[in-house]
Every structure is written in C-alpha cells, then in structure tokens.
C-alpha cells in the first residue's frame, strides 16, 4: 500500500542546539535506512515551513506506524496520512 505522508517538525525553539543537531543528524540516517529498505519512496520539503511530505510504501498501516515511530524526531512531529489507491485511468 502506498501512503502519503505529511509531517511538520514540532520541536521546540528552545532545544539546545547541539541536541537540534543531534537529532536531525539522527533523522537522516533512519531516514536513509527507510530508503535503502524501499519504505520511503519518495521525499519533499515543504519551502518556508519546517515540514515534510513523503511518499511511503508498505504492506500495511501497522509497517507505516513502526516506520514512523522510528524517526528521532517522531515525539515532536504532526503527522497526516493519507491512504492512496491507484485510479482507475492509472495504466
């Protein structure tokens, strides 16, 4: 199943930097994992927001959870899912 996903980074402003640093360093390399697994399909920031969409692919809504509940960054994220299905037109 693909999913698309919307996740906006919620940390809070007062994070010591070296831990900011820390944890995005730590959200590229999971990220990078989901990749290399082909989890995560695809991946775009959002320009002007501390956010990002992404196309996932898995089984299920149970692999999608675990997925997303790996990244460092998952306690302070505001995340959407929206399942996809293939359109009827798609070849």
């Known amino acids: ?3 698309l996903v919307r996740a906006e980074n919620r940390l809070p402003l007062d994070t010591p930097e070296e831990e900011s640093l820390r ?3 730590a959200e590229r390399a999971r990220a990078q994992e989901l990749r290399d697994a082909g989890i995560l399909e695809r991946l775009w920031r959002v320009p002007g927001r501390n956010a ?9 809504a149970t692999t999608l959870h675990d997925a997303l509940t790996s990244l460092p960054l998952f306690p302070w994220l505001d995340v959407s899912i929206e399942p996809l299905a293939t359109h009827p037109q798609e070849l």
Do not use: A, C, N, T
């Not at 990002?52 to 299920?60: I, R, T």
């Open 1 to 3: 199943m693909e999913f």
């Open 23 to 25: 944890l995005r360093k």
């Open 52 to 60: 990002w969409v992404g196309l996932f692919e898995v089984p299920d």
